[in-house]
């Protein structure tokens, strides 16, 4: 039903330091409001709540979601719990917003897509700076001819842990862990996102840390001559760029993922004989930007597929790439995990 005016009620499953910063974002979004955080410890949950200004706490994830007072909820918790929460969530009525990745493998992803469509709630992944407007710029760049053909995508997201946290559940296989999932996400939407297709065949190589991938490259290749390809991990300097090379040109955004600190976010156009156009933006908070879109789906009544569609799309190319680097084969993305 649309209500353009109405103020959207956000709780959030869990008390992980991500839901600080969502927190930020729902108090600075137009009508909206951190209705509820939910804990298993409710002592947690109450301590939460008056640090960071939600209006109640609970003491365990099912309360928040049987309370009618709640819209959207926003989901932070470990990849393992992300389908059974999503699950859960869209069962009870309410919209989903879900940390990256977004499951642990396709097949799950789809149920949480179909779960969320029976029950007409959206579902979108966490990944923020597909809302800003830097990113709405470079999209319109990238679909004129300004580069000409576009032939390669290159990303790399990566930084370095000093110490190795060993209880870290970004080490743990079980729970989602590796870098691909953490960060190679990132760099696989973002393709998908430029290429606005997805690769015909995948290829990867990791080097292993408690059957994880401590830091991952990757290669996809696409129809019309076009490839991408990436690095991610936990051992390399913090890096967060992309380039989209085409025949004319090349277009190079240096933190895709969260502009520095301090910098207005830009991008620039480089023409091939030296000489490069810097395009600033707007600077909004890419968290306020999502919370604001996704109140707005709620809000106008009409629900985005695109959004679970890409989420769905990048699951299927990371665990294809994950497949490729256990076996050292290159995958045919149309004999794994079929579209439907």
């Not at 353009?4 to 600075?28: C, D, F, M, P, Y």
């Not at 949480?112 to 597909?130: A, F, S, T």
């Not at 393709?191 to 991952?216: C, I, M, S």
């Not at 919370?291 to 990371?318: A, K, M």
Request: aromatic fraction near 10%; charge should be neutral.
């Amino acid at each position: 039903m649309k209500d353009s005016n109405r103020t959207v009620r956000w709780g959030i499953l869990g008390t992980a330091r991500i839901a600080e910063k969502i927190s930020i974002a729902i108090h600075q979004a137009d009508n909206a409001e951190l209705t509820c955080i939910a804990s298993r410890d409710a002592v947690k949950a109450a301590d939460w709540s008056q640090r960071h200004s939600a209006k109640r706490s609970v003491g365990s994830y099912e309360a928040l979601l049987q309370d009618p007072d709640i819209d959207a909820v926003y989901i932070p918790l470990p990849p393992s719990m992300h389908g059974e929460w999503t699950v859960r969530a869209a069962k009870a009525g309410k919209h989903v917003l879900c940390e990256k990745p977004l499951a642990l493998n396709v097949n799950q992803a789809r149920e949480m897509r179909r779960v969320c469509l029976e029950n007409q709630v959206q579902l979108m992944d966490g990944v923020m700076w597909y809302h800003h407007p830097r990113a709405h710029q470079m999209l319109k760049m990238l679909r004129s001819d300004a580069l000409g053909e576009h032939r390669r995508f290159t990303s790399s997201f990566t930084f370095c842990w000093d110490d190795v946290p060993e209880n870290d559940l970004r080490l743990q296989r079980d729970l989602g862990g590796g870098s691909l999932g953490d960060l190679g996400w990132y760099c696989i939407g973002a393709a998908l996102w430029a290429f606005n297709e997805l690769p015909q065949k995948v290829f990867g190589t990791a080097r292993p840390y408690n059957d994880v991938d401590y830091n991952f490259s990757g290669i996809m290749w696409f129809t019309k001559n076009r490839i991408a390809s990436f690095d991610c991990g936990f051992d390399v300097s913090m890096r967060k760029w992309f380039e989209l090379a085409g025949t004319k040109g090349s277009l190079v955004c240096d933190d895709f993922t969260r502009p520095w600190e301090n910098k207005k976010p830009a991008f620039s156009v480089n023409d091939g004989f030296g000489n490069a156009t810097k395009y600033e933006t707007e600077a909004p908070l890419q968290e306020t930007c999502m919370i604001n879109h996704f109140s707005d789906i709620i809000r106008s009544g009409r629900l985005e597929q695109q959004w679970p569609d890409l989420g769905i799309n990048t699951q299927r190319v990371l665990n294809a790439l994950d497949y490729s680097a256990r076996t050292e084969t290159v995958v045919n993305l149309a004999d794994f995990f079929p579209t439907s």
